[in-house]
């Protein structure tokens, strides 16, 4: 008996990967195109299709060899309903059928899930959450991204609007503005885009003496490399911008561990490249600020899957989906 195949699709702004898994999550073929949000809604949903034949196509398999079809965009959304609403990221699309349209053309089991849901539960699956019970996943870019898997479940809330991690409240006093235009979100500390935001800031100051100033001169503006390579050759200043990330995320994390007391929690994204030394930086905080025995047991790790996560959760939704209907018989 052949075991069944799966296709997971992750719509990104500018591009959307699609890949082919088997049923233990490992990918045997995946594609990537361009998004072309602009060219509006109808081409959008052709383009998903022909990501979906071309994953195939890469794996070497055909569409009849399909058991499932997990489908994951950015929100905002309406997953039970399986409907994209009205992304920033994805604009000018509103109010897109995604999961229906894609089910109508290929007419077997169509899951649809929120891109940092299925990333995490990607990761849960067949990356650093393998051996999990639970995990929360934290990833860390322009913006911070979430995702919480208890067990089977990916925990999407009664809105859709479920693991939105990154806009946690971690400081009122003097709050910093977030991307959401809200303030003292997780995300206006912790993600890249703060952390090259709090360095420009740092530098601006009178007497500030650092390395990342011939950086910033040099390159014509800064990175979260720059930031955490600085931090790296011994500069007090960016190890101390470096010092604080760890310490903002680790306030995230105990939020989280506090919450669910999952069996872990995980980084991804970008800032990953940072390497171990940053992860002992958040593993010394969290100990410091969780309970004792979440802060001795739950492990703090990075994640493994990359920038695939989302196209393997996305698969992962697809197979449970229809295991789900393979059960109800
Ligand atoms: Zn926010």
């Not at 609403?85 to 077997?108: C, E, G, Y």
């Not at 101390?240 to 306030?251: C, F, G, N, P, R």
């Not at 939020?255 to 992860?279: C, K, Q, R, Y």
Request: hydrophobic share 45%.
């Amino acid at each position: 008996m052949t075991t069944p195949l799966f296709v997971g699709l992750d719509v990104g702004g500018t591009s959307m990967k699609a890949g082919v898994v088997d049923d233990s999550g490992k990918p045997l073929g995946s594609i990537s195109v361009a998004t072309e949000a602009h060219r509006g809604q109808a081409f959008g949903i052709e383009r998903m299709c022909e990501a979906i034949r071309k994953a195939a196509t890469a794996a070497g398999v055909s569409m009849g060899d399909i058991a499932a079809i997990g489908v994951a965009t950015p929100g905002t959304m309406d997953i039970p309903a399986g409907l994209i609403l009205d992304p920033p990221n994805l604009k000018p699309w509103r109010n897109v059928p995604v999961r229906d349209h894609i089910h109508n053309v290929f007419q077997i089991p169509t899951a649809f899930q929120n891109d940092a849901n299925a990333a995490a539960f990607g990761e849960f699956w067949a990356g650093a959450g393998k051996d999990a019970h639970s995990m929360v996943l934290f990833t860390l870019g322009t913006g911070v991204g979430g995702g919480i898997i208890i067990g089977d479940l990916v925990l999407e809330g009664e809105h859709s609007h479920g693991a939105e991690l990154g806009h946690m409240k971690i400081e009122m006093t003097n709050p910093r503005q977030c991307g959401c235009g809200r303030w003292g979100c997780l995300e206006a500390y912790g993600s890249a885009t703060a952390v090259v935001k709090r360095a420009t800031e740092t530098l601006a100051q009178e007497g500030v003496n650092s390395t990342l100033t011939t950086l910033q001169i040099a390159a014509g503006g800064l990175t979260a490399r720059h930031v955490f390579e600085a931090a790296s050759a011994g500069d007090p200043i960016a190890d101390k911008i470096v010092e604080d990330t760890a310490y903002y995320l680790a306030i995230g994390a105990v939020n989280m561990m506090h919450t669910i007391d999952p069996d872990m929690v995980v980084f991804a994204g970008g800032m990953v490249a940072a390497g171990e030394s940053f992860l002992q930086r958040i593993r010394k905080h969290v100990k410091e600020l969780a309970f004792p025995v979440p802060a001795e047991r739950t492990r703090i790790n990075y994640a493994q899957l990359g920038s695939d996560a989302g196209f393997i959760g996305a698969a992962a939704c697809g197979r449970k989906l229809f295991r789900e209907k393979k059960q109800k018989g």
